[in-house]
């Protein structure tokens, strides 16, 4: 089994920036690829990035890749999330989740499992 904890989270003003991580631990060489997702108060869990993670090659949800940037370290086994210019829309749950297989793609929840606890982003005005 492999095992995700997110950290990082926290609270920033409008226009600010975070970096969120994820490790893995446990049986990290069944991991095909990883992604984050995130999750508002009251919406559906919307997909953010998703990594490949022998290649490193990453793929982004609409409209995420001008202000969100995913990069991995393979000696850590460890996933990275850079957010810039944060706005309050951008407050939430954020998950990371890692996937044997990819059976459903990358930008697809379904295609992931484990997930980690998530890491609360929160963006004041």
């Known amino acids: 089994q492999v095992q995700l904890a997110e950290s990082g989270g926290?609270?920033?003003?409008?226009?600010?920036?975070?970096?969120?991580?994820?490790v893995a631990t446990g049986r990290t060489r069944?991991?095909?690829g990883m992604g984050w997702f995130r999750?508002?108060?009251?919406?559906?869990?919307e997909w953010i990035a998703a990594i490949r993670w022998s290649s490193g090659e990453t793929y982004?949800?609409?409209?995420?890749?001008?202000?969100?940037?995913?990069?991995?370290d393979k000696v850590k086994n460890t996933v990275?999330?850079?957010m810039n210019a944060l706005q309050p829309e951008d407050t939430a749950v954020y998950y990371c989740?890692?996937?044997?297989?990819?059976?459903?793609g990358l930008g697809h929840a379904r295609s992931y499992g484990p997930w980690g606890?998530?890491?609360?982003?929160?963006?004041?005005s």
């Not at 999750?39 to 869990?45: F, I, N, R, S, Y």
């Open 10 to 22: 926290g609270l920033v003003q409008a226009g600010g920036s975070l970096k969120t991580s994820c």
């Open 97 to 104: 989740a890692s996937t044997p297989d990819a059976e459903y």
């Open 117 to 124: 606890r998530g890491t609360q982003v929160t963006v004041s």
């Open 80 to 82: 990275y999330l850079e």
């Open 60 to 72: 982004y949800g609409d409209f995420m890749k001008d202000r969100f940037k995913m990069s991995r």
């Open 30 to 32: 069944s991991i095909y």
């Open 39 to 45: 999750q508002a108060p009251g919406k559906e869990l």
